[in-house]
């Protein structure tokens, strides 16, 4: 999965329109973008939608991301959205992979009510919210089968931290954000999950959107939130990989097939070893999943 467009779960017209984004995954929002007095009703928008659309060919993968699990209103989303069948939820806020353990199992026991599948449901965790989190990183490795992905925030985060921002005056992160950046994406690949890049704010800074979603590919990030519709198409070209870097990946393992049992061969007056490989094979995964 490369782009993950966030929608509000409230917004009937907005939902429409993102169905037709070419994002890989909506992040169906019954959160943040949504005001206390209107849960219940995105909650309805939602699961509507869900069910509406969740037979479609070509459609995209539809998360919906809850409440978080301190704000009581987690069971209350399960309760209206898992019916629904969605292919995933989204768990802002966690604190460990034990918050993920904990919406499992709300998880399948909702699953048991409704007639689903035990275990289909994905989830993704919103890793780096509060200072606390940040500690327990290395956490997410086996709290969940159905964890696919961590992502990470610094909006909550500078909140929880009080900071005055979370970009220098050059528009860039400082470096608490920096190191939480890269510490989430330590841990998603440790947990053997999915590591997914943060939203960029601007949505009519095309250029600075394609500088960053590069380097958190050059980096290991292999997908990237969005929060408008028009990122969708920048996020998909960044992180599906170029035809250049496609037949350049099969020269690589053809040349260590052809080698037989070796840890080092030559290419191209170059000496290749087994983490060239392994970076070659992850290019031509990403190639079939783009």
Not at 215 to 220: E, H, I, M
């Amino acid at each position: 999965m490369r782009s993950y467009l966030f929608v509000p779960g409230d917004s009937e017209k907005k939902l429409a329109k993102g169905l037709g984004s070419e994002a890989d995954v909506l992040l169906i929002d019954l959160e943040d973008s949504v005001a206390l007095p209107n849960k219940a009703e995105a909650r309805a928008i939602a699961a509507a939608f869900v069910k509406a659309n969740r037979e479609s060919e070509n459609r995209p993968r539809l998360y919906v991301r809850i409440n978080a699990l301190d704000t009581g209103l987690t069971d209350e989303d399960l309760a209206a959205i898992i019916p629904a069948g969605p292919d995933g939820i989204m768990v802002p806020k966690t604190l460990s992979g034990q918050c993920i353990a904990q919406v499992d199992t709300k998880i399948t026991a909702q699953e048991a009510l409704a007639g689903l599948p035990e275990g289909e449901i994905q989830l993704m965790a919103v890793a780096t919210e509060t200072a606390g989190s940040i500690f327990n990183l290395g956490s997410y490795g086996g709290s969940s089968p159905r964890l696919s992905a961590l992502t990470w925030g610094a909006e909550d985060l500078s909140a929880d931290l009080g900071a005055e921002t979370n970009k220098d005056e050059n528009g860039e992160l400082t470096s608490p954000y920096k190191l939480v950046r890269e510490l989430c994406l330590f841990g998603a690949v440790a947990a053997g999950v999915q590591p997914v890049d943060s939203i960029y704010g601007n949505f009519r800074d095309m250029d600075g959107l394609r500088t960053e979603a590069t380097a958190a590919r050059r980096d290991g990030y292999t997908g990237k939130m969005a929060i408008h519709p028009a990122q969708v198409a920048i996020i998909n070209d960044v992180f599906t990989p170029s035809k250049e870097a496609i037949e350049q990946a099969k020269r690589i393992i053809a040349a260590f097939g052809e080698a037989g049992d070796v840890g080092v061969v030559g290419l191209d007056g170059e000496m290749l070893d087994r983490p060239h490989l392994r970076r070659a094979e992850t290019v031509l995964k990403r190639a079939k999943t783009s």
